[in-house]
């Protein structure tokens, strides 16, 4: 009996155990889908804090990554800024010097480094001159101002040529009359206005230093003096010492764009030796003095202290010839003036002259045989292969 009743107390257990069991069953199925959709929750937010982190990073990133573009940017443009002001600087300082400030000018005209457009210098043995490479090119030669002689303006092309910074001086000139017994120089002079033929400025204080400016010479002594030079210098054979001539001159006391003065365009006494006029206390200063009046290449002196040999005959008509044979805007190349004449071409002014009527184009004649005490010369050393050609 008492099995039996084990046994219906068993099986009436049964049901309600059976629910237990299920519902055990079930909560941990709860539980388990529970802790599933937490940890898939979980998983949801750490992606989601992942995929905001690497958002952030990657705008980040690109803010980063814009800021160091526009800085490369920048760098690169100021970089191109620089070079570009550079290259313009270059440009106005070689071709349009005349657009600085004068202060500007005779500071960059005084440093060694301008070789390009203020000239390569050399030194010519054994006289010692001190030479500048005028380059080659086309300039703006004569004035439309000028009602004589010195117009119409015109371009003219002439080879790269060297000439001298300083007239030739006394020391250079002595060594010549020594080497070769040649007579030293004597000419003309005014003493109390009156004229005095038998000068000897080697004996006058006026005159006689060392380096000033040899004056009282012809043109046949200063055409003497380069055929010294060029028997005794080791020159290769397709280059001569010379005297200049005009358009070699010209070039190289006004520049390239044809300044009226070597300055500059405007007129300034105290940048030259001039207007001593018959004052018996007036006269030469040293060839290197007052290099405020130097000419764009560098030369001293073009106007001023001594009057300047050129190697063409004078013609008041050669500029107008010029213009008629001119082809393609170039007037002519290599000019050397007329092919005779009665008069030599001086150039430059001396100190007894007046600036209010000297220019760099101002043009003069003389008879060869002259012998003044306003009267000198620088040379040049040109290639002797270039082709001469009259104006």
Known sequence: MSGEGVHDHDSDAGPHQEEIINLTQADETTGISSVDSQVSLADDLIASCTNLSDAKLTGATKKINRKG???ILFA????LLFIAGILIAYIIIRDKPWLLPESVQLR???LPENLHYYGARTVREPDGAEMVLVRDGA???GTQLAARDEGPRHLVYTSRFFIDRYEVTNRQYRAFC?????PEPAGTTFVNNKRSDDFMPWQSERFNRDDMPVVCVSYA?????TQWLNAILPWDSDWETDLPTEAEWEKAAAGMQGLPYPWGSTADPKRVVMGGGYDETAGLKDAKAMPSGMSPFGLHHCLGNAKEWCLDWYNPSTYSLRIQKGRNGICATD????????LRCLRGGGWADSLSAIRCQTRDGAEPGIKRDDVGFRCVVRLKARARRKS
């Open 335 to 342: 000019p050397v003036g007329p092919s005779d004449g009665q």
């Open 76 to 79: 690169i443009n100021a970089l």
């Open 178 to 182: 020594e080497a070769k017994g040649y």
């Open 69 to 71: 573009n526009w800085r």
């Open 108 to 110: 960059l005209r005084l």
């Open 139 to 141: 300039f703006a030669m």
């Open 221 to 225: 002594d200063a055409h003497e003096y």
